[in-house]
Protein backbone atom coordinates (compact mmCIF):
# COMPACT_ATOMS: atom_id res chain seq x y z
CA UNK A 1 0.00 0.00 0.00
CA UNK A 2 2.97 2.82 0.71
CA UNK A 3 4.80 1.45 -2.66
CA UNK A 4 1.11 2.12 -4.75
CA UNK A 5 1.07 5.58 -2.74
CA UNK A 6 4.67 6.70 -3.69
CA UNK A 7 4.40 6.21 -7.63
CA UNK A 8 1.68 9.29 -8.41
CA UNK A 9 3.87 11.12 -5.96
CA UNK A 10 7.61 10.17 -6.99
CA UNK A 11 6.19 10.55 -10.79
CA UNK A 12 5.03 14.14 -9.96
CA UNK A 13 7.90 15.18 -8.03
CA UNK A 14 10.25 13.80 -11.36
CA UNK A 15 8.21 15.64 -13.96
CA UNK A 16 8.15 18.89 -11.65
CA UNK A 17 11.88 18.73 -11.24
CA UNK A 18 12.61 18.56 -15.01
CA UNK A 19 10.57 21.08 -16.08
CA UNK A 20 12.33 23.80 -13.08
CA UNK A 21 15.55 22.63 -15.02
CA UNK A 22 14.92 23.09 -18.41
CA UNK A 23 11.92 25.27 -18.08
CA UNK A 24 10.50 23.00 -20.46
CA UNK A 25 7.03 21.12 -19.17
CA UNK A 26 6.40 19.06 -22.26
CA UNK A 27 9.63 16.86 -20.78
CA UNK A 28 8.55 13.74 -20.57
CA UNK A 29 10.63 10.96 -18.07
CA UNK A 30 12.04 7.99 -19.40
CA UNK A 31 10.37 4.64 -18.43
CA UNK A 32 14.27 3.80 -17.19
CA UNK A 33 14.46 6.83 -14.62
CA UNK A 34 10.94 5.97 -13.31
CA UNK A 35 12.65 2.18 -12.95
CA UNK A 36 15.31 3.76 -11.01
CA UNK A 37 13.20 5.77 -9.17
CA UNK A 38 11.26 3.45 -7.56
CA UNK A 39 13.77 1.01 -6.88
CA UNK A 40 15.37 4.33 -4.83
CA UNK A 41 12.04 4.46 -3.16
CA UNK A 42 11.78 0.67 -2.21
CA UNK A 43 15.27 0.53 -0.47
CA UNK A 44 14.38 4.07 1.19
CA UNK A 45 11.34 2.54 2.35
CA UNK A 46 13.01 -0.81 3.62
CA UNK A 47 15.45 1.62 5.77
CA UNK A 48 12.27 3.37 7.38
CA UNK A 49 10.78 0.23 8.07
CA UNK A 50 14.05 -1.06 9.95
CA UNK A 51 14.17 1.82 11.77
CA UNK A 52 10.67 1.93 12.96
CA UNK A 53 10.64 -1.74 14.10
CA UNK A 54 13.67 -1.02 15.82
CA UNK A 55 12.55 1.85 17.98
CA UNK A 56 9.26 0.07 18.34
CA UNK A 57 11.35 -3.20 19.58
CA UNK A 58 13.13 -0.51 22.06
CA UNK A 59 9.93 0.51 23.13
CA UNK A 60 9.10 -2.56 23.73
CA UNK A 61 11.47 -4.09 26.49
CA UNK A 62 11.90 -0.30 28.25
CA UNK A 63 8.14 -0.58 28.84
CA UNK A 64 8.39 -4.76 29.74
CA UNK A 65 11.08 -3.06 32.02
CA UNK A 66 9.26 -0.93 34.10
CA UNK A 67 5.94 -3.14 34.55
CA UNK A 68 5.54 -5.09 37.26
CA UNK A 69 5.32 -8.58 37.85
CA UNK A 70 1.66 -9.78 37.26
CA UNK A 71 -0.33 -11.10 40.85
CA UNK A 72 -0.34 -14.64 39.91
CA UNK A 73 3.44 -15.13 39.87
CA UNK A 74 4.80 -17.87 41.52
CA UNK A 75 6.79 -16.05 43.96
CA UNK A 76 7.53 -19.12 46.14
CA UNK A 77 11.45 -19.09 45.43
CA UNK A 78 11.37 -15.35 46.80
CA UNK A 79 13.43 -15.02 49.84
CA UNK A 80 11.69 -14.36 53.24
CA UNK A 81 10.90 -10.40 54.22
CA UNK A 82 9.96 -11.90 57.57
CA UNK A 83 8.50 -14.56 60.37
CA UNK A 84 5.22 -15.69 58.71
CA UNK A 85 2.01 -15.28 60.67
CA UNK A 86 1.55 -19.25 62.82
CA UNK A 87 -1.62 -20.59 61.98
CA UNK A 88 -4.16 -21.50 64.40
CA UNK A 89 -3.84 -25.18 65.89
CA UNK A 90 -7.03 -26.28 67.64
CA UNK A 91 -7.82 -29.37 69.44
CA UNK A 92 -10.97 -31.54 70.06
CA UNK A 93 -11.69 -34.55 72.33
CA UNK A 94 -12.80 -38.11 71.82
CA UNK A 95 -13.82 -38.47 75.21
CA UNK A 96 -15.28 -35.61 78.27
CA UNK A 97 -11.49 -34.36 79.25
CA UNK A 98 -10.62 -32.36 82.08
CA UNK A 99 -8.37 -28.76 81.98
CA UNK A 100 -6.60 -27.87 84.71
CA UNK A 101 -4.38 -25.24 86.31
CA UNK A 102 -1.32 -27.87 85.36
CA UNK A 103 0.02 -30.97 83.70
CA UNK A 104 -1.24 -33.30 86.35
CA UNK A 105 -4.27 -34.24 88.98
CA UNK A 106 -3.22 -32.44 91.70
CA UNK A 107 -4.01 -28.92 90.36
CA UNK A 108 -7.25 -27.23 90.45
CA UNK A 109 -9.45 -28.30 87.23
CA UNK A 110 -11.18 -25.44 85.37
CA UNK A 111 -13.33 -26.70 83.07
CA UNK A 112 -14.27 -30.00 80.85
CA UNK A 113 -13.73 -30.03 77.48
CA UNK A 114 -16.80 -31.94 75.54
CA UNK A 115 -16.59 -34.14 72.61
CA UNK A 116 -17.89 -31.68 70.04
CA UNK A 117 -15.98 -29.07 71.21
CA UNK A 118 -12.91 -27.27 69.57
CA UNK A 119 -10.48 -25.10 71.62
CA UNK A 120 -7.34 -22.70 70.39
CA UNK A 121 -3.81 -24.70 71.54
CA UNK A 122 -1.19 -22.41 72.21
CA UNK A 123 1.17 -24.06 73.84
CA UNK A 124 2.21 -27.59 75.13
CA UNK A 125 4.06 -29.72 77.41
CA UNK A 126 7.53 -30.67 77.51
CA UNK A 127 6.94 -34.52 77.04
CA UNK A 128 3.61 -33.61 74.96
CA UNK A 129 1.06 -35.12 77.31
CA UNK A 130 -0.76 -32.48 77.83
CA UNK A 131 -1.50 -29.09 76.15
CA UNK A 132 -2.27 -25.66 76.82
CA UNK A 133 -5.60 -24.49 75.54
CA UNK A 134 -8.15 -21.31 75.55
CA UNK A 135 -11.43 -21.98 77.12
CA UNK A 136 -13.88 -21.84 73.75
CA UNK A 137 -16.25 -18.93 75.89
CA UNK A 138 -13.61 -17.26 77.41
CA UNK A 139 -10.45 -16.95 75.47
CA UNK A 140 -8.80 -15.02 78.35
CA UNK A 141 -8.70 -18.68 80.55
CA UNK A 142 -6.51 -21.07 79.54
CA UNK A 143 -5.60 -24.12 81.07
CA UNK A 144 -3.77 -27.64 80.56
CA UNK A 145 -5.95 -30.52 78.68
CA UNK A 146 -4.95 -33.94 78.92
CA UNK A 147 -3.80 -35.22 75.26
CA UNK A 148 -5.16 -38.76 76.13
CA UNK A 149 -8.17 -38.76 74.26
CA UNK A 150 -6.84 -35.26 72.14
CA UNK A 151 -7.02 -34.53 68.28
CA UNK A 152 -4.79 -31.85 67.23
CA UNK A 153 -5.84 -30.04 63.98
CA UNK A 154 -2.62 -27.95 62.62
CA UNK A 155 0.73 -27.78 62.79
CA UNK A 156 1.61 -27.97 66.41
CA UNK A 157 5.56 -28.82 66.32
CA UNK A 158 6.33 -25.03 66.15
CA UNK A 159 4.06 -24.53 69.33
CA UNK A 160 6.12 -22.94 72.37
CA UNK A 161 7.00 -25.43 75.28
CA UNK A 162 4.75 -24.12 78.54
CA UNK A 163 6.62 -24.14 81.78
CA UNK A 164 4.13 -25.83 84.48
CA UNK A 165 3.01 -23.79 87.29
CA UNK A 166 4.54 -24.89 91.12
CA UNK A 167 3.04 -28.07 91.86
CA UNK A 168 0.94 -27.63 94.91
CA UNK A 169 1.95 -28.47 97.79
CA UNK A 170 -1.21 -27.93 100.45
CA UNK A 171 -3.17 -31.30 98.81
CA UNK A 172 -2.77 -34.58 99.50
CA UNK A 173 -4.13 -36.23 96.48
CA UNK A 174 -6.03 -39.46 97.48
CA UNK A 175 -6.82 -42.53 95.95
CA UNK A 176 -9.70 -45.14 95.10
CA UNK A 177 -10.21 -47.04 98.02
CA UNK A 178 -13.81 -49.00 96.58
CA UNK A 179 -15.69 -48.91 93.57
CA UNK A 180 -18.97 -51.08 94.01
CA UNK A 181 -21.71 -51.86 91.81
CA UNK A 182 -25.78 -53.02 92.46
CA UNK A 183 -29.20 -53.09 91.40
CA UNK A 184 -32.33 -53.24 92.66
CA UNK A 185 -33.20 -56.01 91.02
CA UNK A 186 -31.00 -58.97 89.99
CA UNK A 187 -33.53 -61.46 88.61
CA UNK A 188 -36.53 -60.00 86.75
CA UNK A 189 -39.58 -62.55 85.75
CA UNK A 190 -42.56 -61.96 83.80
CA UNK A 191 -42.40 -59.73 80.53
CA UNK A 192 -39.60 -59.16 78.87
CA UNK A 193 -40.23 -55.15 78.88
CA UNK A 194 -38.41 -53.60 81.94
CA UNK A 195 -37.25 -51.25 84.01
CA UNK A 196 -33.83 -51.98 86.95
CA UNK A 197 -31.42 -49.68 89.33
CA UNK A 198 -27.80 -49.41 88.78
CA UNK A 199 -25.87 -47.88 91.46
CA UNK A 200 -22.17 -47.30 90.65
CA UNK A 201 -20.45 -46.18 93.99
CA UNK A 202 -17.05 -44.67 94.09
CA UNK A 203 -14.78 -44.25 97.53
CA UNK A 204 -11.62 -42.05 97.99
CA UNK A 205 -9.53 -41.85 101.24
CA UNK A 206 -8.70 -37.62 100.65
CA UNK A 207 -9.52 -35.18 97.86
CA UNK A 208 -9.42 -36.59 94.13
CA UNK A 209 -10.03 -36.52 90.82
CA UNK A 210 -11.27 -39.95 89.99
CA UNK A 211 -11.43 -40.86 85.87
CA UNK A 212 -13.59 -43.98 84.75
CA UNK A 213 -14.94 -45.88 82.06
CA UNK A 214 -18.34 -47.38 82.10
CA UNK A 215 -19.48 -50.22 79.84
CA UNK A 216 -22.55 -52.02 79.21
CA UNK A 217 -23.01 -55.41 78.11
CA UNK A 218 -26.15 -57.85 77.07
CA UNK A 219 -25.94 -61.74 76.43
CA UNK A 220 -21.98 -61.38 76.99
CA UNK A 221 -21.34 -58.62 74.15
CA UNK A 222 -20.87 -54.99 74.52
CA UNK A 223 -23.30 -52.47 73.76
CA UNK A 224 -21.57 -49.26 74.74
CA UNK A 225 -18.79 -47.34 76.36
CA UNK A 226 -18.49 -43.83 77.97
CA UNK A 227 -15.85 -42.41 79.81
CA UNK A 228 -16.28 -39.81 82.88
CA UNK A 229 -14.87 -37.86 85.98
CA UNK A 230 -15.86 -37.53 89.67
CA UNK A 231 -14.10 -34.86 91.69
CA UNK A 232 -13.67 -35.44 95.23
CA UNK A 233 -13.03 -32.45 97.48
CA UNK A 234 -12.50 -34.83 100.50
CA UNK A 235 -12.77 -38.29 101.40
CA UNK A 236 -15.94 -40.47 101.17
CA UNK A 237 -17.99 -41.99 98.51
CA UNK A 238 -20.34 -40.49 95.19
CA UNK A 239 -22.50 -42.39 93.53
CA UNK A 240 -24.87 -42.11 90.26
CA UNK A 241 -27.28 -44.51 89.00
CA UNK A 242 -28.49 -45.68 85.76
CA UNK A 243 -32.08 -46.72 84.76
CA UNK A 244 -32.05 -49.18 81.84
CA UNK A 245 -35.78 -49.53 80.27
CA UNK A 246 -35.46 -52.36 77.80
CA UNK A 247 -37.37 -54.80 76.14
CA UNK A 248 -35.38 -58.08 75.15
CA UNK A 249 -34.68 -61.28 78.00
CA UNK A 250 -31.34 -61.86 78.85
CA UNK A 251 -28.04 -61.04 81.01
CA UNK A 252 -27.11 -57.00 81.16
CA UNK A 253 -24.44 -56.94 82.52
CA UNK A 254 -22.05 -53.85 83.79
CA UNK A 255 -18.14 -53.11 84.35
CA UNK A 256 -16.73 -49.84 85.69
CA UNK A 257 -13.05 -49.34 85.37
CA UNK A 258 -11.01 -46.78 87.55
CA UNK A 259 -8.05 -45.12 85.52
CA UNK A 260 -7.24 -42.45 87.86
CA UNK A 261 -5.27 -41.69 90.07
CA UNK A 262 -5.50 -45.58 90.64
CA UNK A 263 -6.58 -48.55 89.11
CA UNK A 264 -9.68 -50.35 90.30
CA UNK A 265 -12.72 -52.57 88.82
CA UNK A 266 -15.85 -53.54 89.78
CA UNK A 267 -18.26 -55.46 87.36
CA UNK A 268 -22.15 -56.99 87.87
CA UNK A 269 -24.75 -58.26 86.04
CA UNK A 270 -28.58 -58.85 86.32
CA UNK A 271 -30.91 -61.42 84.86
CA UNK A 272 -34.58 -60.83 83.02
CA UNK A 273 -36.66 -64.19 82.04
CA UNK A 274 -40.09 -64.16 80.38
CA UNK A 275 -42.43 -66.65 82.43
Not at 86 to 96: K, R
Not at 107 to 117: A, E, N, R, S
Not at 146 to 156: L, N, S
Not at 234 to 252: D, E, I, R
Request: net charge neutral.
Amino acid sequence: MVRKNLIPLLAAVLILGLSACGGQASVTPSEGAIQTAIAQTDTAQKVLENAVNATLTAMGKASAQETPPPATEDLTSAPSTGTPAQGIVTVGVSANTWCSKGPDLVYDKVFILYVGQTAEVIGREEHGQYWVIKKPDHPAVTCWLWGKYATIIGDASKLPVVTPPPTPTNLAWGTVTAVTITFAKSVIHGSCTFTNTVTVTIATNSPAMVHYILKKYFNGGEQSTSENDMNFAAAGSQSFQLFPSLHSCGTYGYKVIVTSPNSMTAEGSFQVFSN
